[in-house]
């Protein structure tokens, strides 16, 4: 088996084990679910950290992207696992992410990791954890843009396939997930 798909069976597997759930619980839109995907546990581990952050870097190879971002809190493992293995490869990938609440004390700043005005005409790239509506993301998107960043891409470990895709289409940004919520419910 090719080397990127046996990392895609194995991320796979581990959001199967440790992220997947079924039962009603409610989302950040408000709206309930039969099923969830929990992806800190994911995130977290040390295996699942390595995949995800691989397969985030191959979809990202050639794209000329200066940085990735997300929003707090799910994009944020991310972000730091996919920066790390972006040095150890010799291709740095900078992260930042935005929080949902500037802080009433410190710095106050809405994009936390990177100097002031160092997005500007910057290649972004927004990460996401789950996408369901695609709001959160937007957020970031939006606080990126806002600094002159040129956001190319959404790219979510696993859509729900509940409105992310059209939110961005509507946007004119490209939108990926590197999984469908449909392969979970399916297995
Ligand atoms: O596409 P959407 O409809 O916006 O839903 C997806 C969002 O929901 C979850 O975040 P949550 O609000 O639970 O917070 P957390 O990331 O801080 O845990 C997840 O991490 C996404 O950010
Ligand atoms: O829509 C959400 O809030 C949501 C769905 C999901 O499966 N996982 C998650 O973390 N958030």
Redesign the pocket.
């Known amino acids: 088996m090719p080397e990127d798909i046996k990392v895609r069976q194995r991320a796979f597997e581990i959001i199967k084990t440790r992220s997947f759930g079924r039962g009603n619980i409610k ?3 408000g ?1 309930t679910s039969t099923f969830y ?1 929990d ?2 546990p994911t995130m977290l581990a040390p295996e699942g950290a390595h995949v995800l952050s691989e397969l985030i870097l191959a979809r990202l190879a050639g794209q000329g992207i200066d940085y990735i971002g ?7 493992p991310l972000i730091s696992t996919v920066s790390l293995l972006s040095h150890i490869r010799n291709e740095p990938l900078p992260g930042f992410f935005v929080r ?1 609440d500037v802080k009433k004390h410190g710095t106050r700043k809405l994009i936390e990791g990177l100097p002031v005005d160092d997005l500007r005409g910057k290649r972004v790239v927004i990460l ?12 970031a998107v939006s606080a990126a843009q806002a600094e002159g960043a040129e956001v190319v891409m959404v790219l ?1 470990i696993v859509d ?1 396939g ?3 895709m059209a939110l961005y289409k509507e946007k004119s940004i490209e939108f990926d997930s590197l999984f469908k919520a449909e392969e979970f419910l399916a297995s």
């Open positions: 989302l950040a839109s709206k995907f992806m800190k997300g929003l707090e809190m799910g994009a944020v949902k996401e954890d789950v996408t369901t509506s695609g709001a959160s993301a937007m957020i979510s729900r509940e409105g992310a």
